[in-house]
């Protein structure tokens, strides 16, 4: 899963970045870089862990997320030209975009537009990447006719079609609709299949909020609630620079901390939450004497699908799959005690795979 990181300068964009990754690039004035910051965070997975407990493996090895933080946008941004052209083919090559939106107050670092206002941000963000899309449609269309001069009368019909599906894209995003919203056939998906829309990646916002406002989202929440409704979107707060400063204590410093805060979420395992729930992701467990391994599937995958993530030999000779789910065998404390109880369940292809299974594969090739 790879996650691209926006947002206005001076929002706390990479500082949330060194939060959420536990890394400790440059703050302040990253709106002139001109790199992209990259670094892949674990997935924490108390099920992975109770389980190792018990196999004692030579390796653990947990799902992970790449997170790429681009430099922020420019003073243009919301009006056409924030996002800078060459980093447009790196962000469309992502899994979800996170738009970091700035709703803390701080004087020493002065907003672009001068007042603290996370709405107008929100709203600068989603016609940036409106404009973005409509600029890649228009120039897709203007390819098209003389394509179609090209081409015989017989010859014209998919381009035809593209040309109209991407006719109906161009006026809904010029009422502010987002592709992600739009409902499309499979034929008309089939026909974008490579293209790579900004509005139809799916769009988690952290609302960076101060160290005082921890523990009084509730109106904030209430507010993006009711006005974030929308397929693929979602919205959640956090404080970057106080989870940034967690990061610094001790992994047992860091727990005692949260359980005097009354079991505060970090940061970081709130947005990978949510990145997974947005994203429709779920995990299926292996495990044994050598390793103990958490692997990322898409929601609904069959057990052969699944068997695939870990290597396309488990898929093309898939035959049967023993599955049990990991608190099951977690009470069983073994596999020969799951089995003596009948706990193990065998599958065949049409299984799907459900989050927190352990499954061990049986294949032929």
Not at 293 to 311: C, M, N, V
Request: net charge negative; hydrophobic share 40%; with cysteine.
């Amino acid at each position: 899963m790879r996650i691209g990181i926006i947002g206005l300068p001076h929002s706390g964009k990479t500082t949330v970045f060194n939060a959420i990754a536990a890394r400790n690039e440059i703050v302040g004035n990253y709106g002139s870089g001109t790199k992209t910051n990259v670094a892949t965070s674990f997935v924490p997975d108390p099920r992975l862990d109770a389980l190792a407990a018990i196999y004692k493996p030579k390796k653990t090895t947990y799902a992970s997320v790449e997170y790429l933080d681009f430099p922020a946008g420019n003073a243009s941004f919301g009006k056409g030209d924030g996002l800078e052209g060459r980093f447009l083919n790196e962000l469309g090559a992502v899994d979800a975009l996170l738009h970091v939106v700035r709703a803390f107050e701080n004087e020493s670092v002065p907003h672009p537009e001068e007042t603290i206002d996370f709405e107008r941000d929100r709203i600068a963000m989603d016609l940036e990447l409106a404009f973005a899309d409509l600029a890649m449609i228009e120039r897709r269309l203007e390819r098209i006719e003389p394509e179609l001069r090209s081409l015989k009368q017989s010859e014209r019909g998919p381009l035809l079609a593209l040309d109209a599906v991407l006719k109906r894209l161009q006026q809904e995003l010029e009422q502010e609709v987002p592709i992600r919203a739009i409902p499309l056939s499979q034929d008309e998906t089939r026909l974008l299949q490579g293209t790579s829309f900004l509005t139809s990646l799916p769009l988690l916002e952290i609302i960076n909020v101060d160290e005082e406002t921890i523990g009084k989202e509730a109106p904030l929440m209430e507010t993006l609630q009711s006005s974030n409704n929308q397929i693929g979107r979602a919205a959640t707060t956090l404080s970057a620079k106080f989870d940034m400063e967690l990061n610094s204590l001790s992994e047992h410093e860091a727990k005692e901390f949260q359980e005097d805060m009354g079991g505060l979420e970090r940061g970081y395992e709130g947005v990978l939450r949510l990145s997974y729930e947005l994203l429709g992701l779920i995990s299926f467990l292996t495990v044994g004497e050598d390793e103990c391994r958490a692997w990322t599937i898409a929601e609904g995958l069959s057990a052969p699908k699944a068997a695939g993530q870990i290597h396309s030999d488990l898929e093309r000779g898939f035959i049967r799959a023993e599955v049990i789910a990991w608190d099951v065998l977690l009470n069983a404390k073994t596999e020969v005690e799951a089995k003596r109880q009948g706990l193990i369940k065998t599958e065949g292809k049409d299984y799907i795979v459900k989050d927190g299974d352990v499954m061990n594969i049986l294949f032929n090739v």
